[in-house]
T-cell receptor
Framework: NAGVTQTPKFQVLKTGQSMTLQCAQD?????MYWYRQDPGMGLRLIYY???????DKGEVPNGYNVSRLNKREFSLRLESAAPSQTSVYFC????????????FGSGTRLTVV | AQTVTQSQPEMSVQEAETVTLSCTYD???????LFWYKQPPSRQMILVIR??????QNATENRFSVNFQKAAKSFSLKISDSQLGDTAMYFC???????????FGTGTRLKVLA
């Protein structure tokens, strides 16, 4: 998606493996978010970052860590993947100028076996 | 706690007809934002329409319009002249200013029939 790049697009992990989902923006906005999407549950907030160097828990943070080392990048780490973390993960950036709202990345489909 | 409810898991509509997707929300805030997002099979999240709570006038974007009833906490989406390309999952979302965290509904899967 224009402005927000997520990698990878697909990933299969074995239970107990670790991985980091990457998110980078070229929009120069402060607020970034990680959501997970599960069937029948909509999108739920995992973590967010209001500005560089700050992070806060969302609705479902257990089993995840995040890092906001600079304004552009906001990464999501699974230290020890579990089958319950099988989901589609979205990164989003909030913009507010003449218009407002989220720009989403294209998503990562993660399967933990 | 703030919640968003979409009570229609699935809907279908004939091409060229009009369909309305419902969304209700619960909040004690007075200033907030409401959104409808479309997610086609490509998985991409696409903004359809947005509304600020302080604006009484209902938002419109081409064939898409909303019926925003603040007192009833209702935010329905009307799609006119439905097209095959409108087939998608539709999510209603709520946000307050400050953190701009979104709360999403569980979605309505819309199928447009030829």
């Amino acid at each position: 998606n224009a402005g927000v790049t997520q990698t990878p697009k697909f990933q299969v992990l074995k239970t107990g493996q670790s991985m980091t989902l990457q998110c980078a923006q070229d929009m120069n906005h402060n607020s970034m978010y990680w959501y997970r999407q599960d069937p029948g549950m909509g999108l739920r907030l995992i973590y967010y970052s209001a500005s560089e160097g700050t992070t806060d828990k969302g609705e479902v943070p257990n089993g995840y860590n995040v890092s906001r080392l600079n304004k552009r990048e906001f990464s999501l780490r699974l230290e020890s993947a579990a089958p319950s973390q099988t989901s589609v993960y979205f990164c989003a950036v909030f913009y507010k100028d003449r218009d407002y709202g989220y720009t989403f990345g294209s998503g990562t489909r993660l399967t933990v076996v | 706690a703030q919640t968003v409810t979409q009570s229609q898991p699935e809907m279908s509509v004939q091409e060229a007809e009009t369909v309305t997707l419902s969304c209700t929300y619960d909040t004690s805030e007075s200033n907030y934002y409401l959104f409808w997002y479309k997610q086609p099979p490509s998985r991409q999240m696409i903004l359809v329409i947005r509304q600020e709570a302080y604006k009484q006038q209902n938002a419109t974007e081409n064939r898409f319009s909303v019926n925003f009833q603040k007192a009833a906490k209702s935010f329905s989406l009307k799609i006119s002249d439905s097209q095959l390309g409108d087939t998608a999952m539709y999510f209603c979302a709520f946000s307050t200013s400050g953190t701009y965290k979104y709360i999403f509904g569980t979605g309505t899967r819309l199928k447009v029939l030829a």
